[in-house]
Every structure is written in C-alpha cells, then in structure tokens.
C-alpha cells in the first residue's frame, strides 16, 4: 500500500489548485469531488438507488442528480443528510480505494472537502496536508466562482471544521493567500518529504 496523503481545506481554500501541484510534480491525486460528480451524473451508479430513497424530484430533465435541488434539501433535514450520505459514502469509498489500488504516482494525494469531519478518513491516510487561508480569502473567492452572496457562503462554512480545528488536525499546512509560484517552493520542499516518507513505507 503506497503512502497517502490527505489534502483538505475549507471551501474554497485551493484544494483543486494545490493538489494539481503536487500531481505535475508525480503524485497520483484521487479527488473524492470528482469521484462523487461521477457516481451521480446521467448513469452513475448512485442513481438507481436516489431515484429509488428520493424519488423523481430527485432526477433532472438530463437524468443526473438534481444538485440544487438535492442541496436544498438536504442543507435544512439533517435526516434527508444521512440517507444522501448513506448512498453515496460507500460507493465513494469503493470507487476511492479502486482509483488507489491502480494508481502510478509516487504517492497517493486524497482530496476530501471533510476530512477533518470524518473519523474513518483521518485513520485512511499517513498524513493530512490543510490548505488554510483567511476566512476572508474564502469568502472573496466562493463569492466570485459561484456567484454567491456572503451570506450563502458564510452559512456553507458555517457547516463545515473551523480554521483552528483543520490546523490542529494537520501534520502540513499551506498558507494559500498568495499567488501560486510564489508558493511553489514550499510545494517542492514538501513533495520531496512525503517522496522520502514514500520510500521508507515501501521498504
Ligand atoms: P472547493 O472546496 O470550493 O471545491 P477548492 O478548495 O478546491 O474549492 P480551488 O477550486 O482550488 O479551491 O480554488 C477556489 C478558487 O480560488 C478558484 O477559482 C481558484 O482559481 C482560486 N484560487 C485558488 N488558489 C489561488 C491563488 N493562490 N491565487 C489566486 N486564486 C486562487
């Protein structure tokens, strides 16, 4: 089994931006976003059983998971969470550990939005690397990707780990407050530590 890292940060921290990184410097990343996207797309094998628990509200005109919809639902009937979850963690787990049996990369990156949250992907991974940025930051940027009011974002970080939670959680952290090559260095010293780590857990 190769060493793995978890990669994590709040919304809109730079996961995506970090992770790609570390990717061009060798790793091989599993992006559990991606993973989901594609369990819940036209055909995915989450949707027979969330047409089956949620019923046709639940499908859009193309056939893929109603994402607004769904996220409206779920984000007032915390019941509704769980039998969302209940469906998709396990088949974003199987999906998870199937991209990591068959991975070529140096290392394995994770990428997962809540790691931090969850209990059984804290024990996963040999090491968790947060992207931390000011709360400021986050918002400025969700704000302007998503076409969301301050509001909007301030109540989905609201539902996620603090900043001080994730940083004591963290055995790395990057500070993405400024642009990316000026942060290339600090990726290049840390890639060459978890290139060291990989070698000593392969033996
Ligand atoms: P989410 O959890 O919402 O999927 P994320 O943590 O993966 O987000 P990214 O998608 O990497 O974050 O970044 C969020 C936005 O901020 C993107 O539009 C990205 O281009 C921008 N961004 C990320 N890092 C930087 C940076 N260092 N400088 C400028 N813009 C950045």
Partial sequence: EKFSLGLTGGIGSGKTTIANAF???????????????????????????????FGDQAISDDGS?????MRALVFNDSAAKLRLEAILHPLIRSQTEQAAASATGDYLIFVVPLLIESGNWKQRVDRILVVDCAEEVQ????????QLSREQ?????????????RLAAADDVIVNEEEL????????????????LAAKKSG
């Fill in 139 to 146: 918002i400025a940027r969700v704000m302007q990707r998503n």
């Fill in 23 to 53: 990717q061009a410097l060798g790793a091989s990343l599993i992006d559990t976003d991606l993973i989901a996207h594609a369990l819940t797309r036209k055909d995915g094998l989450a949707m027979p059983q969330i047409r089956e628990e």
């Fill in 153 to 165: 974002v301030s109540a989905i970080m609201r539902n996620q780990a603090s900043r001080q939670e």
């Fill in 65 to 69: 998971m109603d994402r607004a919809r």
């Fill in 181 to 196: 090559h000026l942060l290339q260095a600090k990726i290049l010293t840390l890639h060459q530590h978890y290139l060291r």
